[in-house]
Nanobody
Framework: EVQLVESGGGLVQPGGSLRLSCAAS????????MSWVRQAPGKGLEWVSYINSGGDTTYYADSVKGRFTISRDGAKNTVYLQMNSLQAEDTAVYYC?????????????WGQGTQVTVSS
């Protein structure tokens, strides 16, 4: 059974930090690129960050660049999102997803999400 389980969310004050984790199981983690996507209250999905399957290429949305860092640990089948200098605008449910493509198609797996609330 494929599972992506996010953890590490919570309530944090503006300027604070959190580290989100996404533990993967049921598929070959090393073959999949990973992303973090968030959804703020009443808004649509917003892509946040991407890391390729090899872990040597990363991308960030302009809104988080310089504050968030994505990484992955192949030994633990886990992807992380280190979030620093958090702002109220970062309040959202954060989802991780796993993506793989080939000449015939692609597949995406999603986690259930973890709530991040930035408030004083």
């Amino acid at each position: 059974e494929v599972q992506l389980v996010e953890s590490g969310g919570g309530l944090v004050q503006p300027g604070g930090s959190l580290r989100l984790s996404c533990a993967a199981s049921g598929f070959t983690f090393s073959n999949y690129a990973m992303s973090w996507v968030r959804q703020a209250p009443g808004k649509g999905l917003e892509w946040v960050s991407y890391i390729n399957s090899g872990g040597d290429t990363t991308y960030y949305a302009d809104s988080v660049k310089g504050r968030f860092t994505i990484s992955r640990d192949g030994a633990k089948n886990t992807v992380y999102l280190q979030m620093n200098s958090l702002q109220a605008e970062d309040t959202a449910v954060y989802y991780c997803n796993a993506f793989s493509s080939w000449s015939g198609g692609c597949i995406v797996y999603w986690g259930q999400g973890t709530q991040v609330t930035v408030s004083s």
